[in-house]
């Protein structure tokens, strides 16, 4: 997982790779198939492990307990000590060469299949009274997933997470 978070598909090399996860290029294919799938896999189990945040998140009774958990979950997550900063899902391959075009629609699915599901949440917070009738929860769900976008930039955790409580202290009211 570490050497897509760091370099990206296309830049993950298979000799990067096998390394880390100390194999042979010949057991990488025979277990994997390509690195596309090798990619696939590390999402999903990315998906499943760091990033589970999400899901639990999603299950908290208020949309700003949701938006609370969403946005210490993306702090913690993007800013692991001995990881590099960044979120896979953002920047695992935000731009591609033609043969990396499948890798890269994977990915932006993906955020965009997040981005639905809290804005799904803030819309049922909006139909609870709990957020006010004329919030957007589309522009609200993308709002609190950009600051995955810092963390791949480089900026630390105290900043991102002061980044987080702002947001917090802006969250419209009912």
Aim: charged fraction near 20%.
């Amino acid at each position: 997982m570490l050497v897509f978070r760091e370099h990206g598909y296309e830049g993950a090399s298979t000799a990067g790779l096998t390394k880390a996860m100390g194999i042979s290029t010949t057991s990488m294919y025979a277990a994997f198939g390509n690195k596309e799938e090798l990619f696939r896999k590390v999402l999903k189990r990315c998906t499943e492990g760091p990033s589970a945040y999400l899901a639990r998140a999603l299950e908290e009774p208020t949309g700003l307990g949701a938006a609370t958990a969403i946005l210490a979950g993306v702090v913690r997550t993007t800013t692991r000590p001995a990881h590099p900063n960044g979120c896979l899902g953002v920047q695992g391959a935000l731009s591609t060469s033609d043969s990396g075009q499948d890798v890269r629609d994977l990915l932006v699915a993906w955020r965009a299949d997040g981005c639905s599901c809290i804005r799904e949440r803030f819309q049922r917070a909006v139909g609870d009274g709990d957020l006010p009738a004329q919030t957007d929860p589309g522009l609200l769900a993308r709002y609190v997933t950009t600051i995955a976008v810092q963390a791949a930039s480089g900026v630390g955790r105290d900043e991102l997470q002061e980044l987080a409580d702002a947001a917090l202290r802006n969250w419209p009211l009912s």
